[in-house]
Nanobody
Framework: EVQLQASGGGLVQAGGSLRLSCAASGFTFDDYAIGWFRQAPGSEREGVSCISLSAGRTYYADSVKGRFTISSDNAKNTVYLQMNSLKPEDTAVYYC???????????????????????WGQGTQVTVSS
């Protein structure tokens, strides 16, 4: 059974930091890409960051470049999202998701399209107060 377990959310003041974790099981970790997405109330789910687990290539949305860092510990089947200099507009439910498209398109693949991800975690709330 495939499982993605997101954790690490919480309440933080603007300028603060949080580290989210996404623990994965039930699939061949290195064959996939893991994306972090977020969804604020009344908004569509948007891509934040993505990592190709075989090559370690990382990608970021413009809104988080320079503030967020995605990384992985392949031995632990876990992906992290370090979020620094948080802003109130970062407030959202954060989801991690896994895509098998790198097996077809190579390790440089990434996407912000939610329908290109096969498996989703349950989400973790991040609230940034001003």
């Amino acid at each position: 059974e495939v499982q993605l377990q997101a954790s690490g959310g919480g309440l933080v003041q603007a300028g603060g930091s949080l580290r989210l974790s996404c623990a994965a099981s039930g699939f061949t970790f290195d064959d996939y890409a893991i994306g972090w997405f977020r969804q604020a109330p009344g908004s569509e789910r948007e891509g934040v960051s993505c990592i190709s687990l075989s090559a370690g290539r990382t990608y970021y949305a413009d809104s988080v470049k320079g503030r967020f860092t995605i990384s992985s510990d392949n031995a632990k089947n876990t992906v992290y999202l370090q979020m620094n200099s948080l802003k109130p507009e970062d407030t959202a439910v954060y989801y991690c998701a896994a895509s098998g498209f790198p097996r077809l398109y190579g390790s440089s693949w990434y996407s912000w399209e939610t329908n290109e991800y096969d498996y989703w975690g349950q989400g973790t709330q991040v609230t940034v107060s001003s």
